[in-house]
């Protein structure tokens, strides 16, 4: 039986300058629910995520800006820093770890910069919510094998982004015969393929 993550739960103090910040951040939101004075659920999801985050009142014991290290895929490092930065997010420069595989705990061993091999998996960014629960940026162009995507299911808001995707990269939205091309690049995707490796497979898949 499949055991998807579902929903992180993170501590804020004020609930609306939290939702304020990740709606701000381009999160969509899910829900907002009051049941009372003592208890609140506010949902949102990261775009392009699977698991959703939930704040609110009354949701969590824990302290507010105690969630750590919570990481975000992204396809490419630097343009994800240079967009959040561009909403005002007090963001760290892209980094990479001393040790090469994953990053330390905190501030240390960390190396400016994006990985010199621009490895997947291996370089970063920081930033924190106003609470402080801190979230780290992960570039990820290649995913470890066990990482596929099973299937769409019902989810046709992913088949509908990796069409549109599709269509940029390919960039002949009238070309006769594009679906050729889209369905290569669409299966590369799903194996886990960068959008550019995604894109040399479809062409080298499709007649010219």
Request: glycine share 10%; net charge negative; aromatic share 10%.
């Amino acid at each position: 039986m499949d055991q998807k993550l579902e929903v992180i739960v993170i501590p804020v103090s004020d609930v609306d300058r939290a939702k304020d910040f990740y709606k701000r951040l381009g999160w969509r939101e899910d829900a907002d629910f009051v049941t009372g004075p003592d208890f609140r659920v506010i949902q949102v999801t990261p775009p392009g995520s699977p698991c959703s985050v939930i704040f609110g009142t009354g949701v969590t014991s824990a302290r507010p800006g105690s969630a750590q290290d919570l990481v975000l895929a992204v396809d490419d490092i630097e343009a994800a820093q240079s967009g959040l930065l561009g909403l005002g997010v007090d963001i760290s420069d892209v980094y990479h770890d001393a040790g090469g595989i994953f990053y330390h705990a905190g501030t240390a061993a960390r190396v400016p910069g994006p990985d010199p091999e621009r490895r997947t998996y291996a370089s970063y960014a920081a930033f924190a919510d106003p609470d402080g629960n801190g979230w780290v940026l992960q570039e990820v162009t290649t995913r470890l094998p066990g990482r596929l995507w099973s299937d769409f299911g019902t989810d046709v808001a992913v088949l509908a982004d990796l069409l549109g995707e599709a269509e940029q990269r390919h960039g002949r939205p009238d070309a006769a015969g594009k679906w050729n091309w889209y369905a290569p690049y669409i299966a590369a995707r799903r194996l886990g393929r960068s959008p550019d490796e995604a894109a040399r497979e479809a062409s080298a898949a499709t007649p010219a």
